[in-house]
């Protein structure tokens, strides 16, 4: 009797465990298609775009250049907030804890990949585990100027000079860790050379100084230093790139100039926070893709010494990863700390 009961309740737990089991896959049915057709849908409402700097800089603009042609061509609304502060981490930490539904992205540029090492341990986001690469927007190389009145005039002197005269040199930059200051750092360190680094609170002060002569270079993008060099208050030296620079195919690459073979640059990338859907990130990767690679956009950038990029959210990710490796070899060797 005993063992009836016990095959009866057998059966019936079968038939509960069952009927709980389709009942689940009903329940679940509706969140699975309401998920899909909100991808397939996506955007149905403006999308949020975090720039961790003020309105107005390189960052600022080839963000809103590359943003306003995908409106025109799709019709998508884009919100831009400029969030700065904190060397980009307060812009960063607001995209890096916002709901990953493909409506919140930031922009970032190289001092996100310096700050890994910079503020290794203090940082409230992981600069690659809490994020979504989406695509390099594109590669501004660093140019070198000098004074006028300089005792040099391409790299080669330069580095001649400041192996004759150590600690005689003196170079300004944007701020410590800043793509300026870690790119002579680089040509520091490969050239064995000493030189006196001045930190100011952006580009317009150092290159105050630049002009008057309190330093003798500085590094800067040549959207910022090529009106200065025209107008000849100051004197090109070369760029850091290993080709010349469309819109600026006059001045020398570093190698050119006399110098070893290194690159330095800044750079704009797209992020979104992790866990966005790949649906989502492979639809916006690609169109802002072919933004970037529209003759308005290309034409635009050229004006800016800006090389077009647009490329996939793999090749964006593992372009991070390998800035963050490069630059934390020159932090550490360099020893230098953020402020």
């Known amino acids: 009797m005993k063992t009836k009961n ?6 019936y737990s079968k038939k509960i465990i069952l009927v709980g089991l389709l009942l689940g896959l009903i329940h679940t049915l509706p969140f699975a298609q309401s998920n899909s057709a909100t991808n ?9 775009w975090i720039i961790p700097y ?7 603009s080839a963000t809103r250049m590359v943003l306003q042609k995908v409106q025109n061509d799709l019709g998508w609304n884009f919100i831009i907030e400029n969030k700065p502060g904190a060397n980009s981490i307060l812009g960063a930490d607001i995209a890096a804890k916002s709901v990953p539904d493909g409506y919140t992205f930031l922009t970032v540029i190289g001092a996100h990949a310096a700050n ?9 986001y992981d600069p690659v585990k809490s994020f979504t690469p989406i695509s390099l927007v594109g590669i501004t190389p660093l140019l070198m100027t000098a004074n006028v009145n300089a005792p040099f005039k391409n790299v080669k002197e330069m580095i001649a000079f400041a192996k004759s005269n150590p600690n005689k040199v003196s170079y300004g930059s944007s701020g410590i860790g800043s793509a300026s200051h870690l790119t002579f750092e680089l040509l520091k360190q490969v050239s064995s050379i000493d030189a006196i680094h001045a930190p100011y609170k952006g580009t317009a002060p150092a290159l105050a100084d630049l002009i008057g002569g309190n330093i003798q270079i500085m590094t800067d993008t040549p959207s910022a230093l090529m ?14 790139s290993p080709k010349r620079v469309k819109g600026i ?7 050119e100039s006399g110098g070893p073979a290194i690159e330095g640059s800044t750079w704009v990338l797209f992020l979104g926070p992790t866990g966005v859907p790949k649906e989502i990130v492979n ?4 169109e802002i893709a072919k933004a970037i690679r529209s003759t308005e956009i290309t034409q635009k950038f050229e004006e800016l010494a800006i090389e077009p990029i647009g490329n996939t959210p793999t090749e964006a990710g593992r372009f991070l990863d390998e800035e963050i490796l490069k630059w934390s070899k020159v932090i550490t060797n360099a020893g230098v700390k953020a402020e």
Do not use: C, H, M
């Open 227 to 240: 009106p200065f060099v025209k107008s000849g208050k100051i004197k090109p030296i070369a760029v850091f």
């Open 249 to 255: 195919e006059e001045i020398p690459t570093i190698q």
């Open 6 to 11: 016990l095959n009866i309740f057998g059966i």
């Open 40 to 48: 397939s849908s996506w955007p149905n409402k403006p999308i949020r």
């Open 283 to 286: 639809k916006l990767s690609g």
């Open 116 to 124: 890994a090492t910079l503020y290794a341990g203090r940082l409230p």
């Open 54 to 60: 003020t309105p107005g800089g390189i960052t600022d």
